[in-house]
């Protein structure tokens, strides 16, 4: 066989084994990201109380994350994964036992901190079983499992919470909770040689420093607007699709995940050949189409055609993000990284919720949507700035060679 043309394997049993495990993680919390803040409310929280529901999650995954990105350094994955996933399904089995607001809103911050936790070790994992040859098609097929859980889950919670009692649905999110469990304990995980090596007090910790890894913090930045643009979505679909009377919003879900599941593995292949510029200007486009589509929409049919494009564009942007934050980072500081990533994720829809929530007092639901699109497009121009920037400093380098 010609050397060149070989392939590293990709679709080993332990990379499938944590691809499900962590989809099953994904959808047990995604199903509370929409029902919680009226069940909050339900319990007698104020206003600015189930504001907080957000709020303290998003700082509680934020400070830890540059913790566990530290430990990644020198521990190994295995003991971090399932810890992660045992404390998540812990937490959630927790939020039914009591009504008092603060003892709650204490759980939503360790909620967080568990969260950061585990998709910071999780998306580390999968780093390391990948193939380098091939790490945008493998973090592509992972970031798909964050992607569809993501889609699905808050439109099962939302089904669940209008139509069982709380308990239930808290039930069906610690059985996924506990099925991530079972698949993740059985995944034979792999540590690099470099971290093995490394030992605690070879790793000096500082927060800020592992809070953001410089080698990556644009393409974290990208995402953060991404995710700030995406953030209104999360929030306000369920009241747009009241607003309009659009009874079937499922659908827009349902296309999102088929679409992102079809196109993400070709997103991916063209990322390890061409690099991740050329999908994310692309993408980003996409879904601020995919975006004005929703806002116009007075018909199922436009929810599909929103959904489909949605699919394409933000199902794919959000891996090839990913992958192009792990593709700037050495290999002994991508568990900074990743936390990096993931932070990058849970501020941007934290803050658009806050945001977008203020604005929402003022202007109708789908003026939220057609505002927020303008942050795909802001990630698609400082996207296309930094790949120009980057030529012209290359063209310099040659030139400054040249003449030496």
Known sequence: MNQSSYKEP????????????????????????????????????????????????????????????????????KMLVVLGAVSLLLITLVYPVTSIIFFLLAMRFVHGIVWGVSTTVNGTAAVDIVPDSRLGEGMGYFGLSMTVGMIIAPSLGIFLYQNAPFPVMIAVSAGLGLLAIGFLSIVSYRTPDAVLKTKKEDVPFSFFASLI???????????????FGYGTVVTFIIIFSEERGLDQIFLFYLCNAIVATLIRPIAGKYFDRHGPKRIIIICSFLTFIAMWILSLATSIVFVVISGIMFGAGFGSLIPTLQSWVLSETPQHRRGAANGMFYSAIDLGIGLSG???????????????????????????????????????KKQWSNAEALNR
């Open 354 to 392: 806050l945001v977008f929530g203020i604005i929402a007092q003022f202007t109708e639901t789908a003026h939220l949507f057609q505002l927020s699109s303008i942050f795909f497009l802001l990630a698609a121009v400082l996207t296309l700035a930094e790949a120009k920037l980057r030529k012209e």
């Open 10 to 77: 990709l679709w080993t049993r332990s990379f499938l084994l944590l691809i499900i495990g962590n989809l099953f993680i994904f959808m047990s919390f995604q199903m509370l990201i929409p029902t919680l803040p009226p069940y909050f409310k339900d319990m007698g929280a104020s206003p600015l109380e189930v504001g907080l529901v957000t709020t303290l999650f998003s700082i509680g995954a934020i400070i830890s994350r540059p913790y566990i990105g530290s430990m990644l350094a020198y521990k190994e994955r």
């Open 213 to 227: 890894e410089k080698a990556a913090w644009y393409p974290a930045f990208i995402t953060l607007l991404a995710t």
